[in-house]
């Protein structure tokens, strides 16, 4: 029981729309997406991300489908306006993308900003300002007409400075910042004062941009908040009415969802939620609950396992295992019963029928993931003790995907001797499944020989049976040796650990990739003394891995076209 009442927060007070039509309606059409990665969810993290890392995620939203993407606060940090500027002087903008900015309503800031993206052949300058009684109050000192006033003012010199650039294409995106907090009369009335000091028109469009900037109430009542404000933004047909929720309740996706049955056109958002306090509204998951329900979203999330490790990397902040979709243990059934009937699920699916698997909302191929750990991987079948016995008997320690796939590999064998696996079989099973690449397997490396420039290696290999000697190129060891392989093989993630302690320690060199053509990802390891040598039996030994299945697949298809 928490000791305060609870009669010391303010509800806030419903919306009287007693004609709503939001509820009978559904979702039939992707919204206009707006990534805020780069902007909300950067300045949500421990580090922020720096130039090299800004560009890869860049690349990443563009290549996942998003034609409109947030890239950053350029008049508050000389790192986002140097962003800014690249892109635009390299060409990083691909034609049908159009980057925003965001500044507050200050005039030296509206100016740095315009300054920023000068030159761009199109532009949103994203304009907000606080509107809700406790900011008003509180923070500016302002009744309202004050702050009417400081918003004609602010638009008005952001016109200015636009209109003497025609050489850019100019949005304005307008926010009442606390939106969800401020009474709808002055939310409405600081939007129509931004569309009229904007001047919109045919062919001068505007985006009012609603956001729960703190999550403060029910879903339905931003839907109703929503729709009051659809109704009479005008000239409606010349406004993008877009919402921003954050997850402060925890239904920022529900309210996205009900919002736009409310009359959205658009949603911003950060793949995996990430942003200030609680996040920002998840558009993956926003994205793929509509693919779910038969309305394909326009973005591509059909390896989202690469979408999540690139999102990893850029931010430093890991994916839920449970999250939505994308979580390495989502596709795992731990209950008994579960596993069944999804099993059943999987032997009754007509490959050219609705899904219907139990259990499973959504086909996990679609996303680039496997059936592989839809099996008994609960703690019966000793998935933690799994990776207790090869960490303290053998000095392992495999990243937690990796610990999902070999599970199931233990369960078959357990499945099949019917009996206790103990630390050494479970050793040895270890080794026959990632550490081999002797006889039998497609590529063996008998050795390697590293250039002095640590740039290229050359590889002494048989594969099928032919010994033959190969070269490659790369930053490294691990890029080299997938190059000399010419294989069209991704690495995901890359790990080297010592075995033991002392002088006789090996080093344990894990990878993560996946293979053109072969759905999801798997992993490969190498043993050595020497790190080098333990990095490119690694690489070997997931190619290797990864061509199996790639066969596997092959077969299943030829028997089941036959």
């Excluded at 072969?518 to 333990?534: D, E, L, M, Q, Y």
Aim: one cysteine or more; proline letters at 5%; hydrophobic letters at 40%.
């Amino acid at each position: 029981m928490i000791a305060k009442p609870a009669t010391k927060y303010q509800p806030i007070a419903p919306v009287a729309l007693t004609d709503r039509t939001w509820p009978s309606r559904s979702i039939t059409q992707a919204p206009i997406w707006l990534s805020t990665d780069l902007r909300d969810g950067n300045q949500a993290l421990f580090e922020p991300m720096n130039g090299e890392r800004k560009m890869r995620l860049f690349q990443e939203l563009v290549r996942i489908g998003f034609k409109e993407i947030e890239v950053g606060f350029p008049a508050a940090s000389q790192t986002d306006f140097d962003f800014v500027r690249r892109l635009i002087d390299e060409d990083q903008v691909p034609a049908d993308v159009t980057i925003m900015v965001m500044t507050q309503s200050r005039p030296d800031l509206i100016e740095r900003t315009v300054e920023a993206v000068r030159g761009a052949p199109r532009a949103i300058v994203h304009l907000y300002n606080a509107t809700a009684p406790a900011w008003r109050r509180i923070v500016f000192g302002m009744n309202v007409t004050q702050v009417m006033e400081f918003i004609d003012q602010n638009v008005s010199h952001l016109k200015r400075l636009t209109d003497a650039e025609p050489g850019t294409e100019w949005t304005l995106q307008y926010s009442p910042e606390t939106f969800s907090a401020t009474e709808l009369e002055v939310s409405l009335r600081a939007c129509q004062t931004a569309i009229q000091a904007w001047g919109v028109g045919p062919g001068r469009r505007i985006i009012i941009n609603l956001p729960t900037t703190v999550e403060n109430a029910t879903p339905n009542v931003f839907a109703d908040q929503i729709e009051w404000m659809h109704r009479r933004l005008a000239p409606r047909e010349h406004v993008v009415l877009s919402v921003h929720p954050h997850n402060d309740r925890g239904t920022g996706v529900a309210a996205a969802e009900l919002a736009m049955m409310a009359g959205a056109d658009r949603v911003e958002g950060c793949l995996f939620g990430n942003g200030e306090r609680c996040g920002n509204v998840d558009i993956v998951t926003l994205a793929l609950n509509m693919y779910t329900q038969g309305v394909h979203p326009g973005l591509d999330f059909s390896d989202i396992t690469a979408v999540a490790r690139v999102a990893e990397e850029c931010t430093a902040l890991p994916v839920h295992p449970r999250h939505p979709y994308a979580g390495d243990l989502v596709f795992t059934a731990f209950s008994g019963s579960h596993q069944d009937a999804i099993k059943k699920g999987f032997a009754a699916q007509d490959p050219n029928a609705l899904w219907e698997v139990p259990y499973l909302p959504i086909d996990p191929a679609d996303l680039g993931r496997t059936y592989d750990s839809v099996i008994r991987v609960n703690s019966q079948s000793g998935k933690g003790g799994i990776a207790f016995l090869l960490e303290r008997e053998h000095g392992v320690v495999m990243p937690r995907r990796m610990q999902v796939e070999f599970s199931a590999v233990v369960q078959r064998q357990t499945d099949a001797s019917e009996g206790e696996m103990t630390g050494d079989a479970l050793w040895s099973l270890f080794q026959a499944t990632y550490l081999a690449t002797g006889p039998g397997a497609a590529i063996v490396c008998h050795g390697h020989k590293l250039a002095d420039d640590g740039q290229g290696i050359e590889l002494d290999v048989s594969i099928d049976g032919t010994r033959q000697t190969l070269q490659g190129q790369g930053n490294g060891p691990i890029a080299a040796t997938v190059d000399a392989l010419g294989l069209p093989l991704r690495v995901d993630h890359y790990e080297e650990r010592a075995t033991g302690t002392g002088a006789n320690a090996q080093a344990l060199a894990i990878v993560e990739a996946a293979l053109e053509g072969v759905a999801g990802s798997t992993f490969g390891a190498g043993a050595s003394h020497n790190i080098v040598t333990a990095s490119v039996q690694a690489i070997v030994s997931v190619a290797n891995r990864l061509a199996q299945r790639r066969g596997e697949g092959t077969r299943a298809a030829t028997t089941a076209a036959a």
